[in-house]
Nanobody, 132 residues
Framework: QVQLVESGGGLVQPGGSLRLSCAAS????????IGWFRQAPGKEREGVSC????????YYADSVKGRFTISRDNAKNTVYLQMNSLKPEDTAVYYC?????????????????????????WGQGTQVTVSS
């Protein structure tokens, strides 16, 4: 069964850190680019970051640039999102999703368009709450 599972969310104070994980089962993640997306209550889903399948090139939305770091460990079949200097506006459900290998320009567009086109493999999400 092909599955993505996010974990690592929780409640953290402003300025704190969390590391989210996106683990794959049933398929090999290193054949795919991975994106992280988030959706806050009452808001549209937005793209956060992505990492390419081959060179590990990365892209970040302006709202998280300099605070979040995406990485992948192909041996563990897992992609991570290290989130530092968290702000209340980072509160959302965070999802990971796969994309077939594509040029970085198209991956950036994929994130900017909040994961559209939808390639079909999404996790169930993990809640991140930033609050004092």
């Amino acid at each position: 069964q092909v599955q993505l599972v996010e974990s690592g969310g929780g409640l953290v104070q402003p300025g704190g850190s969390l590391r989210l994980s996106c683990a794959a089962s049933g398929f090999t993640l290193d054949n795919y680019a991975i994106g992280w997306f988030r959706q806050a209550p009452g808001k549209e889903r937005e793209g956060v970051s992505c990492i390419s399948s081959s060179e590990g090139s990365t892209y970040y939305a302006d709202s998280v640039k300099g605070r979040f770091t995406i990485s992948r460990d192909n041996a563990k079949n897992t992609v991570y999102l290290q989130m530092n200097s968290l702000k209340p506006e980072d509160t959302a459900v965070y999802y990971c999703a796969t994309s077939p290998p594509r040029p970085m320009m198209l991956l950036r567009l994929w994130v900017q368009k909040a994961g559209k086109p939808d390639f079909g493999s999404w996790g169930q999400g993990t809640q991140v709450t930033v609050s004092s």
